[in-house]
């Protein structure tokens, strides 16, 4: 016999304790179904699971300042080539240098064959009058900068980065 039969005897309402069925009865077998069925189909708000997710994840190192931050402190260039195709749709292509801070065009030249050496000539070219040059200069992966770009950058006292693949929000043009 349950607590709760037991309790609703002893105040004397006999008809009604045999009305409540024992937990183990089949009485409460459609219950525990009908529960069942309805756990299934709760449903949780996506912010909801944000708000305790970030709750119970480690705070965040700040050892560090992070990418934007970066930019933001620092004297930051960037360049690129740009792809374009004159009237008889040969390729064109214009390299750009950037100033990350201020989105001034500092350099820009256009050839149809790039090479590495035209690229580090470019480079050389952009410095040779500038007395404030950015002293970081961000560039992707691509074959065309090579070796001697980053020799004449380090001649001139410009730090290289590379951005890392996969990852468009460390690209300051884009």
């Given at each position: 016999?349950?607590?709760?039969?037991?309790?609703?005897?002893?105040?004397?309402?006999?008809?009604?304790?045999?009305?409540?069925?024992?937990?183990?009865?089949?009485?409460?077998?459609?219950?525990?179904?009908?529960?069942?069925?309805?756990?299934?189909?709760?449903?949780?708000?996506?912010?909801?699971?944000?708000?305790?997710?970030?709750?119970?994840?480690?705070?965040?190192?700040?050892?560090?300042?992070?990418?934007?931050?970066?930019?933001?402190?620092?004297?930051?260039?960037?360049?690129?080539?740009?792809?374009?195709?004159?009237?008889?749709?040969?390729?064109?292509?214009?390299?750009?240098?950037?100033?990350?801070?201020?989105?001034?065009?500092?350099?820009?030249?256009?050839?149809?064959?790039?090479?590495?050496?035209?690229?580090?000539?470019?480079?050389?070219?952009?410095?040779?009058?500038?007395?404030?040059?950015?002293?970081?200069?961000?560039?992707?992966?691509?074959?065309?900068?090579?070796?001697?770009?980053d020799r004449?950058?380090?001649?001139?006292?410009i730090r290289?980065?590379?951005?890392?693949?996969?990852?468009?929000?460390?690209?300051?043009?884009?």
């Open positions: 016999m349950s607590f709760r039969a037991r309790h609703v005897r002893s105040t004397r309402e006999e008809p009604l304790a045999r009305e409540i069925p024992e937990p183990s009865s089949r009485a409460y077998t459609p219950r525990l179904e009908c529960i069942a069925k309805a756990s299934e189909t709760i449903r949780v708000a996506k912010r909801s699971v944000q708000k305790y997710m970030r709750q119970a994840r480690p705070p965040t190192r700040s050892d560090g300042q992070g990418w934007r931050t970066f930019l933001r402190n620092h004297s930051v260039g960037a360049c690129d080539f740009l792809q374009t195709y004159d009237i008889r749709f040969r390729p064109i292509f214009a390299f750009v240098i950037v100033d990350v801070n201020t989105k001034r065009v500092v350099h820009i030249a256009a050839t149809r064959a790039p090479t590495q050496e035209w690229t580090a000539q470019q480079l050389r070219n952009a410095t040779a009058f500038c007395t404030e040059f950015p002293r970081f200069i961000i560039r992707d992966n691509d074959a065309k900068f090579g070796s001697g770009f004449v950058a380090d001649g001139v006292g290289v980065i590379r951005t890392a693949i996969h990852a468009p929000l460390m690209y300051a043009l884009g």
